[in-house]
T-cell receptor, first 113, second 113 residues
């Protein structure tokens, strides 16, 4: 198993550009989520999904969209990037909705100029 | 382990000594707690967890203590090794009700040879 994979590892955007951060897991996990990590802070939940076709907002959802068309993939979209979205983004998954141990991907470092 | 501004609290220990990393959690309703280790450039990695019906749990070289009265967690690492150098986060959640992990701000552990 590759576990949780994320692409790209690094990305630089200009303000107003759009892009999609990719996340995939090959463990058949029901639950997937996106976090952002800023310097000196813990991870904050952006969006999560409890299964294909179902998504919900986390703590800091503004400026981000998600979809979950398959169990394996959970892309995060930035429609109009802003400098405040400069951060490291982590995707995570867990086996079932009501088990709590999440497994994290390696992260995407995004810089918005 | 609360941080101020952009600086993580840092714990420096000598190789072979025991390390104790502390965390204050915020929600008295939280009943499941997890410690994660994050090495530079990587995603958080699960270390150990504990449920609120326990006050101590041991793993391989690690022990987590939970004090619900003062909402405090600690992670003890025995015989600290250079490979233990990382940022350590505690996370809290409510089992079954919330799919949201709330992370602490992290503590940087530095192991000196």
């Amino acid at each position: 198993n590759a576990g949780v994979t994320q692409t790209p590892k690094f990305q630089v955007l200009k303000t107003g550009q759009s892009m999609t951060l990719q996340c995939a897991q090959d463990m058949n996990h029901e639950y997937m989520s996106w976090y952002r990590q800023d310097p000196g802070m813990g991870l904050r939940l952006i969006h999560y999904s409890v299964g294909a076709g179902i998504t919900d907002q986390g703590e800091v959802p503004n400026g981000y969209n998600v979809s979950r068309s398959t169990t394996e993939d959970f892309p995060l979209r930035l429609l109009s990037a802003a400098p405040s979205q400069t951060s490291v983004y982590f995707c995570a998954s867990k086996d079932r909705v009501y088990t709590d141990t999440q497994y994290f991907g390696p992260g995407t470092r995004l810089t918005v100029l | 382990g609360e941080s101020v501004g952009l600086h993580l609290p840092t714990l420096s220990v000598q190789e072979g000594d025991n390390s104790i990393i502390n965390c204050a959690y915020s929600n008295s309703a939280s009943d499941y707690f997890i410690w994660y280790k994050q090495e530079s450039g990587k995603g958080p990695q699960f270390i150990i967890d504990i449920r609120s019906n326990m006050d101590k749990r041991q793993g391989q070289r690690v022990t987590v203590l939970l004090n619900k009265t003062v909402k405090h967690l600690s992670l003890q690492i025995a015989a600290t090794q250079p490979g233990d150098s990382a940022v350590y986060f505690c996370a809290e959640t409510i089992t079954g009700g919330g799919n949201k992990l709330t992370f602490g701000t992290g503590t940087q552990l530095k192991v000196e040879l």
